[in-house]
């Protein structure tokens, strides 16, 4: 069984930065890919950026320039630092990891003020 666990989120300005972590445990193989997508008020679910454990990465193109996505594989947990943040970041933002099937954390709230 598998469980993601993210923390990071908050209301930050416009121009600020956070960084998202998620954690994941379990039953968790070796060649993964773990991203971060998001939800925003009355929107479907957004690809935000994803990295594989080889360390191969997508981005959005609307985050691309402003968004790190990093992993430390010994951890099992994923990074997303996102700088310069704006009023339409504003969403609740989901761990993702894709193994042989597909896992979601419960998702934490990022509120960027303008």
């Known amino acids: 069984q598998v469980q993601l666990v993210e923390s990071g989120g908050g209301l930050v300005q416009a121009g600020g930065s956070l960084r998202l972590s998620c954690a994941a445990s379990?039953?968790?193989?070796?060649?993964?890919?773990m991203g971060w997508y998001r939800q925003a008020p009355g929107k479907e679910r957004e690809l935000v950026a994803t990295m594989s454990s080889g360390g191969i990465t997508n981005y959005s193109d609307s985050v691309k320039g402003r968004f790190t996505i990093s992993r430390d594989n010994a951890k099992n947990t994923v990074y997303l630092q996102m700088n310069s943040l704006e009023p339409k970041d504003t969403a609740v933002y989901y761990c993702n990891l894709l193994i042989q099937k597909s896992y979601w954390g419960k998702g934490t709230l990022v509120t960027v003020s303008s």
């Open positions: 379990g039953s968790i193989f070796s060649i993964n890919i």
